[in-house]
């Protein structure tokens, strides 16, 4: 009996109970503990045996074997399946974001607006300045030395 349940110990501990049921039967119970918390509760189903001591005697081993090896196979699938399904959302993810860069580098060359064009003149196109003066940004009019106001002055305005 303990040498079939040696597997089962190597990854938890295990709770093994005999108790009376009647005169002549008695209940075996081994009770497998979660490993770890959150652990998938088909790990910790217990096995439960009532018999005749006989008729333990003789099948309880090969019962436990058999669960054992049950045990173990679930474990085993179970820890299969999370790591397929980890890597399927991992591959999810990837797609999801190789797909969004897609899409915004797509986006991108198009998404930026086309110059619109101006009703205004370039400031280029009006006439040259003529040499020697200066213009003033509050009355238009030329303010070079040449004009009757004090040098460094000129009406309505700052010189620039």
């Known amino acids: 009996m303990f040498s079939e349940l040696m597997p089962l110990l190597a990854e938890r501990t295990v709770l093994v109970t005999v108790a009376r049921e009647s005169n002549t039967t008695l209940r075996a119970t081994v009770i497998p503990k979660r490993a770890r918390e959150g652990e998938n509760a088909a790990l910790s189903t217990p096995l439960l045996f009532v ?10 081993g ?13 474990g085993s699938t179970l820890a299969q399946a999370k790591a397929e399904m980890e890597a399927a959302a991992k591959a999810a993810q990837e ?11 797509a986006k991108s060359p198009t998404s930026m607006p086309a110059p619109v064009p101006s009703t205004q003149p370039p400031a280029s196109a009006g006439p040259d300045p003529v040499p ?5 940004l509050f ?21 620039l």
């Open 132 to 136: 020697g003066t200066t213009s003033s």
């Open 62 to 74: 090969r019962a436990l074997a058999e669960y054992v090896e049950t045990h173990q196979r679930v």
């Open 95 to 105: 797609e999801a974001k190789r797909r969004a860069d897609e899409r915004r580098k």
């Open 139 to 159: 009355d238009g009019a030329p303010g070079g030395p040449g004009e009757s106001q004090p040098a460094g002055q000129q009406q309505g305005g700052l010189r």
């Open 51 to 60: 018999g005749t001591p006989e008729e333990l005697d003789q099948n309880f």
